[in-house]
Nanobody, 115 residues
Framework: QVQLVESGGGLVQPGGSLRLSCAAS????????MSWVRQAPGKGLEWVSD????????YYAASVEGRFTVSRDNAKKTLYLQMNSLKPEDTAVYYC????????RGQGTQVTVSS
């Protein structure tokens, strides 16, 4: 069964950090580039970051460049998103998927940035 399961979200104060994880199963994780996308309340899906299959090339949306870092562990079939210097506008449900429109995404993990 093909599955992506996101975790690691929570409530954090502005300026804080979180690390999200995405556990993959049912497909050959190491062969696919992966993406993080997010959906803020009342808004559509927004692309956040990409990483290639080997983990050697990454891309970021301008809104998170310099604050977020995407990585992966192909042996553990897990994708990560380290989020630092969080802002209230980062509040959203975060999903991992196979492309920038979030195809294959799981149930997501809620990130709330608030004081």
């Amino acid at each position: 069964q093909v599955q992506l399961v996101e975790s690691g979200g929570g409530l954090v104060q502005p300026g804080g950090s979180l690390r999200l994880s995405c556990a993959a199963s049912g497909f050959v994780f190491s062969r696919l580039g992966m993406s993080w996308v997010r959906q803020a309340p009342g808004k559509g899906l927004e692309w956040v970051s990409d990483i290639n299959s080997a983990g050697t090339t990454t891309y970021y949306a301008a809104s998170v460049e310099g604050r977020f870092t995407v990585s992966r562990d192909n042996a553990k079939k897990t994708l990560y998103l380290q989020m630092n210097s969080l802002k209230p506008e980062d509040t959203a449900v975060y999903y991992c998927g196979w492309n920038r429109i979030g195809t294959g995404r799981g149930q997501g993990t809620q990130v709330t940035v608030s004081s």
